[in-house]
């Protein structure tokens, strides 16, 4: 899409708590996938995971604080405007955000729930949540898994239903939006002590794949959207050498192609090329990068490039990817202090 003013833009979400400068605009470079800062908005504690509204005309963010909101923003020529006081989500520490059904949904990791939040015809949303989903349970890990973590809440490919992944509880839970209740259809159990944080669907509709913070994998899933389900297939590691006792995965992305699956690793510090095989159902290890900086948080794939958001150096790193191999070749950084996530508008 392209933003009044001329040119594309990227949204960076930070975290302010840490020095972040709020939600940052860059301009992007119509060719090779360069970033250059053009402006930040503040005003909203740590708004750290970002989302477009359909139509691009809005962007929201989570605040990712104990008391838990999510703000809207207008998006206008160069920049984002605040559109209102952010909303209380009523969970704590919400890390992740989709627009779905005329819903804001937040996934809030401290409390182990999802909210939906409805929107207002002009997009600015509505004063509360229409619904709080609780999770519940816990896994083998003693540090981090004492009750549930929701980290991540988005729709399915066909539109029928919401997905959300719990690292607290090491699972998937399957749900339905229905008159702005969120109800629960299934819950679908990964290994003990994987610790899923993200999940992201193959191009065909009938794969999706689990990243897994506490042990680094890829859970690959078969999907069916007509019965609503999960089914663990396999597991594959996205280190070749045992890893660190700090090396815990956060984004994964897949090719629009399908060709391909990437992931980030904090502590290690890179970025995994996996091989998708066998139509979807395996995948393999092809090898690994360095992601440019330090703790990459998040990961987006965007018009050939790989745009890496490092919280703790504190830039967003991009790498033009090969179109035969999938090996990203670094190209450039730009400095946001304690980078989150990157959107494109």
Request: aromatic share 6%.
């Amino acid at each position: 899409m392209v933003a009044q003013g001329g040119g594309r833009r990227a949204f960076i979400g930070s975290f302010t708590a840490a020095g972040g400068p709020g939600v940052v605009t860059a301009a992007v470079a119509a060719s090779g996938g360069t970033l250059t800062v053009v402006g930040s908005v503040d005003g909203v504690p740590d708004p750290s995971y970002l989302a477009l509204s359909p139509d691009g005309a809005m962007l929201y963010a989570v605040s990712e604080t104990a008391d838990g909101a999510v703000a809207a923003y207008r998006v206008n020529g160069r920049t984002a405007e605040l559109a209102g006081p952010p909303v209380p989500v009523g969970g704590s520490g919400p890390t992740h955000l989709s627009v779905f059904g005329g819903h804001v949904l937040t996934a809030n990791y401290g409390s182990g729930s999802v909210t939906a939040v409805p929107l207002r015809p002009d997009g600015r949303l509505a004063p509360a949540p229409s619904c709080l989903l609780r999770h519940s349970g816990a896994g083998p890990h003693e540090r981090r898994q004492r009750g549930p973590h929701a980290h991540q809440v988005q729709p399915d490919p066909s539109g029928r239903w919401v997905v959300s992944v719990d690292l607290g509880t090491d699972s998937v839970r399957v749900c339905a939006l229905t008159d702005g209740d969120l109800l629960l259809h299934r819950e679908i159990a990964l290994r003990p002590g994987s610790g899923p944080r993200h999940l992201t669907f193959h191009p065909d509709g009938t794969h999706a794949y689990v990243v897994n913070e506490l042990t680094p994998t890829v859970t690959v899933c078969h999907w069916d959207a007509a019965t609503g389900s999960l089914k663990p297939l396999a597991q594959t590691p996205v280190l070749a050498d045992a890893p660190a006792a700090d090396a815990y995965p956060s984004g994964i992305v897949v090719a629009p192609d399908g060709r391909f699956v990437w992931t980030a690793t904090r502590g290690e510090d890179v970025l995994s090329v996996l091989a998708v095989e066998e139509n979807g159902a395996r995948l393999r290890l092809v090898g690994t990068v360095a992601c440019g900086g330090h703790w990459p948080r998040a990961l987006t794939f965007h018009d050939g490039c790989l745009y890496v958001a490092n919280e703790r150096s504190g830039d967003v790193t991009w790498f033009r990817v090969h179109p035969e191999t999938g090996l990203p070749q670094r190209g450039g950084a730009i400095e946001v202090p304690a980078a989150a996530c990157v959107v494109f508008h």
